[in-house]
């Protein structure tokens, strides 16, 4: 059975660093045979289709054929359709009445929960704010994600420690979503 998914490469084409032009990541993907091959921005998204089903595999053939390829790692999440929709779906925050420099959604490689950010006092940080879901953050940043305080305290190696993560901004999450269930 042939599944859509999307791979999300975290820090790629920032700021002129690790540099990964979206038609040459377009021709990786289709040389490591999957099918269906589209990019999204030049952020670091990718969609594709497989017959393999195992997500973390994918992510890790991903990010190998990367490093032999362009000479630097990069992290890669692989999430099907399916775990994308519920996602969105499952957004605690009225995405419909912000706009979306205001949510983002922080996906996660592994599964998190209230421990891990048992530090972080909420409080200080209001208005903004943050659940879990399925191994995925949602934040709330009234003032976009540059400007976020909480965005910053989140990123902190302490909360992430073993695990990727790597954010998009609620058009990108949308999208994904629209892309991967095409």
Avoid at 131 to 156: H, I, M, N, V
């Amino acid at each position: 059975m042939t599944t859509t998914y999307a791979a999300l490469l975290r820090g790629i084409n920032v700021g002129g660093a690790r540099k990964l032009p979206m038609a040459e990541l377009r021709a990786l993907l289709e040389e490591l045979g999957h099918g269906a091959v589209r990019t999204h921005l030049q952020s670091g998204q990718a969609v594709f289709t497989s017959g393999h089903g195992d997500e973390d595999a994918l992510a890790a053939e991903l990010t190998r054929a990367i490093e032999k390829r362009f000479g630097f790692g990069v992290d890669v999440i692989v999430r099907d359709h399916a775990y994308l929709a519920a996602v969105a779906e499952a957004c605690p925050f009225p995405a419909d009445g912000l706009e979306p420099k205001q949510l983002h959604v922080t996906y996660f490689s592994g599964p998190v929960d209230e421990e891990r950010f048992a530090g972080i006092d909420r409080s200080a940080f209001r208005p903004e704010d943050f659940r879990l879901g399925d191994r995925a953050l949602y934040l709330y940043a009234p003032d976009g994600l540059g400007r976020s305080r909480l965005a910053e305290a989140l990123a902190k190696p302490r909360v992430t420690k073993g695990l990727i993560a790597t954010t998009r901004n609620w058009n990108t999450v949308t999208k994904l979503v629209e892309l991967t269930g095409a």
